[in-house]
């Protein structure tokens, strides 16, 4: 009995030997970048604003230059905006997984009938 194959791959950057930039990060911050908000961008990927804001924390210290910018609430409410170290990261790992997608895209039928 043959089952279903595929063949699919996750870029993820490490720091240390520890993960510290992915799909999931990527996808939160286009989703600040579309919501100017930290708290809408946690909800629209249905997980929790304390999982977000240590997301974003993390980038911040961890990352040559903070990749997002928090602005507390008042009056007029909070936001977040990406940095213009947040847009090169964001832009450089979708154009990198976008080649790497391709490439895999070439070989998927050869492999896959090998296996």
Request: with cysteine.
């Amino acid at each position: 009995m043959e089952g279903i194959k595929q063949l699919r791959t996750r870029c993820w950057i490490d720091i240390d030997g520890k993960k510290f930039f992915g799909p999931g990060r990527a996808q939160l911050l286009m989703m600040i970048a579309k919501n100017g908000s930290l708290s809408k961008a946690a909800k629209e990927m249905g997980m929790s604003y304390r999982k977000a804001w240590s997301m974003v924390e993390d980038m911040n210290q961890r990352g040559q230059k903070p990749y997002v910018d928090l602005h507390k609430g008042g009056a007029e409410g909070g936001g977040a905006e990406l940095t213009e170290t947040g847009k090169k990261v964001l832009s450089t790992f979708l154009k990198m997984n976008d080649e790497i997608t391709i490439s895999m895209q070439k070989y998927t039928d050869e492999m896959l009938a090998l296996i």
